[in-house]
Structure formats: structure tokens, C-alpha cells
């Protein structure tokens, strides 16, 4: 792998405009890093920077969470009560409300770990020294996309048995008429295959997006910097805030979206063929 390839930033720190140098801006480099440890040209075994920031995200959020209820309390301290509010919302707001409290309580503590393991691998991108959502790259929603396929999967047949789990999926009413096979082949089409694909593609794209705007309002902010160039450093600089107060807000949503789906997924698997 070339040097220029494994960079962390797009950007040279002595570059700016009108000394002679173009504007450097962010791209798939931007999202590529050199081995912590290990080789990563296919040969063994590597840890790089986005790994050891999913491992820490969990570490931090099992932290958190066995700090909160290690010891509970009738009235809860201020750490209780951030944790149970968390936990209730997911709770509540999206489980209780997608799957019912009957069905949904056994998928609670699953979907909360999702989520809020999804928003801290989101967050890494505004946190100084990380800055780099983990999940700009694909194989982290994916897995995590997977691992609810499997589980959805699961749910229908089980709920359902072979031939009730494949009507499920392939929304089979015989009303339909002549329709019905066309309608059996699109359902399958989506569930099977797009509405797993999407689940992993949505939360990527939005945080590989993201993370491309900040670095380039921050990469532009610095190589402005020179002569009446300044000017507009200083407009690039007010973007660079309001795109993290934008992106604090969107990793919030996009950890509260898959989660959403997830339950909409294990939802429709429990519901009933008619």
C-alpha cells in the first residue's frame, strides 16, 4: 500500500493558497489507515485506528452502564439517571413502541446495546483526538446489519415454520389473483435482500458524508489562511461549527434509525399471516 494512500489527513500543514500549492481536499485516503499493529497487505492478521476506536466505544459504554447499576438506588445519583433515561428511551420510545411491551421485552436489552453502541462509534467523529466515526467504514454496519438479519431470519421461521416464514417474507395473500406471483417475487426481493443491504448502506453513507464535509470545511479553513485568503478561512471555520452541531445531531439519528428498523424487522416477522 503507497504512503500517499495511508494517510489520516488529506492535507500538508505548510499548504496554503497562493503558494503554488492546490487545494488538497479529503477522499478515500482520507478513510485509510497504517496498522497500529500487524500488516495489513492481506498476509495476517492488523489493528488499526478504527478498531481500537470500536473497542474502546465499548469499553466506555459497559463502563458506563456497570458504573450507573452496579449499585442502584431507589432515588437515583446523576449517573443512574442519565443511564436510566437512556435505557428507558430506547425502551419505551422505540422497542415498546415498534414490537409492543409483550413481544419487545425480551429484544430490550439487545436493541439498547445497539444503540448506543452505534451512537458512540458515531461520535468518535467529534471527539478530538479520534475524529473518525467508525462506521464511515462499511464493514461495521454491515456486520452489525447482518447480525440483525440473522436474528430477523430466525424470528420468522421460528415464529412461523418454513412455509408460514417464506409466506411471510414473500407477503403472500391469495387475494391478489393473477397478481400474486409478481408480488410474491418483489416481497422476497426486499426483504431478502435490499432491506438488509439498506440497513448497512443508510447508517454508512450519512456518516462517510458526514465526515467528508467536516474534513473539508476544516482542510479549507487552514489553507485559506494566508493573505486576503483569511477572509474566507473565517467563513469555512463558522461552517466547520455548524457541520459538528449538524453531525452531533445526525449520529443521534442515524443510531435512533437503525435501531428503528431493526425493530420493524423483528416486528413484522412475529406478525401474523393472514
Known amino acids: 500500500m503507497s504512503a500517499d494512500l495511508t ?62 447499576f452496579r449499585k442502584p438506588k431507589v432515588v437515583p445519583g446523576k449517573l443512574q439517571m442519565v443511564a436510566e433515561a437512556g435505557y428507558d428511551f430506547v425502551r419505551r420510545g422505540i422497542v415498546y413502541e415498534t414490537l409492543g411491551k409483550k413481544e419487545g421485552e425480551k429484544y430490550v436489552p439487545f436493541m439498547v446495546a445497539t444503540f448506543f453502541f452505534v451512537w458512540m462509534l458515531n461520535l468518535w467523529s467529534i471527539i478530538p483526538v479520534a475524529q473518525f466515526p467508525v462506521t464511515s467504514i462499511i464493514a461495521y454496519p454491515a456486520v452489525l446489519a447482518a447480525i440483525i438479519y440473522v436474528i430477523w431470519m430466525s424470528v420468522t421461521f421460528k415464529r412461523h415454520g418454513f412455509v408460514g416464514g417464506f409466506k411471510n417474507l414473500t407477503g403472500y395473500d391469495k387475494s391478489l389473483g ?9 416481497e422476497f426481493f426486499s426483504n431478502v435482500i435490499v432491506r438488509p443491504f439498506t440497513h448497512a448502506v443508510r447508517l454508512f453513507a450519512n456518516m462517510f458524508a458526514g465526515h467528508t464535509l467536516l474534513l473539508l470545511f476544516t482542510i479549507a ?27 452531533l445531531f445526525i449520529q443521534a439519528v442515524q443510531a435512533y434509525v437503525f435501531v428503528l428498523l431493526a425493530c420493524s424487522f423483528i416486528q413484522g416477522a412475529l406478525a401474523e399471516h393472514h
Open 7 to 68: 494517510q489520516v489527513l488529506a492535507f500538508e500543514t505548510d499548504c496554503h493558497i497562493f503558494d503554488g500549492c492546490g487545494f488538497p481536499g479529503p477522499g478515500l485516503h482520507s478513510f485509510l489507515f497504517e496498522p497500529l499493529w500487524g500488516n495489513a497487505d492481506g498476509n495476517g492478521a492488523y489493528f488499526n485506528k478504527p478498531m481500537l476506536l470500536a473497542l474502546l466505544g465499548s469499553v466506555i459504554i459497559v463502563g458506563f452502564f456497570w458504573a450507573a
Open 178 to 186: 393473477a397478481i400474486l406471483p409478481l408480488v410474491m417475487v418483489i
Open 221 to 247: 479553513s487552514w489553507y485559506l489562511l494566508n493573505g486576503i485568503g483569511i477572509a474566507y478561512a473565517g467563513v469555512s471555520f463558522v461552517m466547520v461549527v455548524v457541520m459538528t452541531a449538524f453531525e
